[in-house]
């Protein structure tokens, strides 16, 4: 069974930092590309970084500069340093696997964790 399990959301004043973690287990993780994407609510779930098995990244825009995603592959661990929260970054996170050149149907995600940016 896959699970992919979030951590790390909360509150932050703008400015602040926040670092979520997720932590997978019934997947070979070297063989996925790992990834966080967030959705805010009344709009599509959006990319925010993803990493693959060569350390090679993909950040959205709005992000780039604030955000780091890493992953210890060791533990099965995928991290995202939040840094420079802005108001617009409030949402829900969720943290996504994808076996490369097989569809989305064999996707796996997380429950989402919630993040906070306000003063």
């Known amino acids: 069974q896959v699970q992919l399990v979030e951590s790390g959301g909360g509150s932050v004043q703008p400015g602040g930092s926040l670092r979520l973690s997720c932590k997978a287990s019934g997947i070979i993780f070297s063989l996925y590309t790992m990834g966080w994407y967030r959705q805010a609510p009344g709009k599509q779930r959006e990319l925010v970084a993803t990493i693959t098995s060569d350390s090679d990244t993909v950040y959205a825009d709005s992000v780039k500069g604030r955000f780091t995603i890493s992953a210890d592959y060791a533990k099965r661990m995928v991290y995202l340093q939040m840094n420079s929260l802005k108001p617009e970054d409030t949402t829900v996170y969720y943290c996504?696997?994808?076996?490369?050149?097989?569809?989305?149907?064999?996707?796996?995600w997380g429950q989402g964790t919630q993040v906070t940016v306000s003063s």
């Open positions: 996504h696997a994808a076996k490369p050149h097989f569809p989305p149907q064999y996707d796996h």
